[in-house]
């Protein structure tokens, strides 16, 4: 087992009209001693802005805006900017999150220079009605199997519904190109999938179209261990090791309750990241504190971001949609457990 310590809560909600509500989900990126977090806000409309603050060193809140540094300001994203995730890809930083109309949920990529100005925005993931996928699923039978109980029981009625498109989410970029090529996570619910082009300018509806027809290639992560049984999704943008990728998402299993929402981990190869080479078979770190068992949503813990200062990796979470925790662990020890199960896998 990893040995975690929990940190504690390093960020609360404030009196200030964005954020009086909830903080959660922190997108994050290190630069030296310093750690960016753009975190996802709640107003009293229940309406998602991106707030900013910087940690000196790992845990050391050092500037907090006073303002959300992202809001909607498109049809896409009308009701709601949510759950970021930060890299810096060459001399770009760039930034992904969901974009909420109150109808549709969108992935959605700008970029800076300077992490302050963002620009370029648009969605990323494919833009495609429940009808036309039900339509692909006829060509691919993984589709019917693996999809069946979160989107193809649902029959569009109204035109309303019939203009609902597919929500796609949970897109996490890698903070490199693999052989030249942009790599991301985007998750259609139950699983993990994965994108790699050689430009983002590729990724077109026609793109989109034989990505689906394939869709069972294009899987990387599917939920296997009880913790996960339900569904995963993207976590903390994939850290760079010897031995690997290493991931830290989130799965969810249900109890009587409810969904609970746990940290995971797994192994990909460092030069074809479609490859899992091995994962925890438990959960990284769960909901067992007061303030991540109860709160605007109960039992969540939501790993969106990392830091690390010598061989301790800090893992920034949100809590019950409420508030942001961290845990520490020793990223030694992190890859070594991965790599245990990689050469015993009997044992997982």
């Not at 605007?296 to 790993?303: G, I, L, Q």
């Amino acid at each position: 087992m990893v040995n975690v310590k929990k940190e504690g809560i390093l960020l609360e909600k404030t009196d200030l009209p964005f954020e009086s509500e909830g903080v959660l989900n922190p997108g994050v990126i290190q630069e030296g001693n310093d750690v960016h977090i753009f975190y996802r806000a709640l107003n009293k409309g229940n309406r998602s802005t991106l707030g900013y603050c910087r940690l000196d060193g790992p845990l050391k809140v050092a500037q907090r805006n006073e303002e959300p540094i992202i809001i909607p300001q498109f049809d896409f994203d009308s009701q709601g900017v949510e759950d970021a995730r930060v890299v810096k890809i060459e001399s770009v930083y760039h930034i992904t999150y969901t974009s909420y109309n109150g109808k549709n949920a969108l992935g959605t990529l700008a970029t800076s220079t300077d992490l302050k100005k963002w620009e370029n925005t648009r969605i990323i993931v494919p833009q495609i009605t429940y009808e036309e996928f039900n339509w692909i699923a006829q060509f691919n039978r993984y589709i019917t199997e693996k999809y069946q109980y979160f989107y193809l029981k649902h029959k569009p009625e109204s035109e309303l519904e019939k203009s609902m498109l597919l929500w796609d989410k949970n897109v996490v970029f890698f903070p490199r190109k693999v052989h030249g090529q942009y790599c991301f996570f985007h998750r259609i619910l139950p699983e993990i999938q994965l994108v790699r082009v050689n430009s983002l300018e590729d990724l077109t509806k026609e793109y989109w179209h034989d990505y689906f027809l394939t869709i069972d290639k294009h899987v990387i992560l599917s939920p296997k261990y009880p913790h996960e049984i339900s569904y995963i999704g993207g976590g903390c943008p994939p850290i760079e090791t010897e031995e690997g990728w290493v991931v830290i998402y989130h799965g969810v299993h249900d109890v009587e309750t409810g969904h609970v929402y746990t940290a995971c981990a797994a192994l990909l190869d460092i030069d074809n990241p479609s490859i899992e080479l091995s994962r925890l078979p438990y959960a990284l770190f769960t909901p067992d504190l007061d303030w991540e068992i109860t709160g605007v949503v109960n039992n969540v813990v939501f790993p969106s971001g990392t830091s690390l200062f010598g061989d301790t990796l800090y893992v920034y979470y949100g809590a019950a949609d409420k508030l942001i925790g961290t845990a520490s662990m020793s990223l030694k020890e992190l890859v070594a457990e991965l790599v245990h199960y990689k050469h015993n896998p009997q044992q997982a």
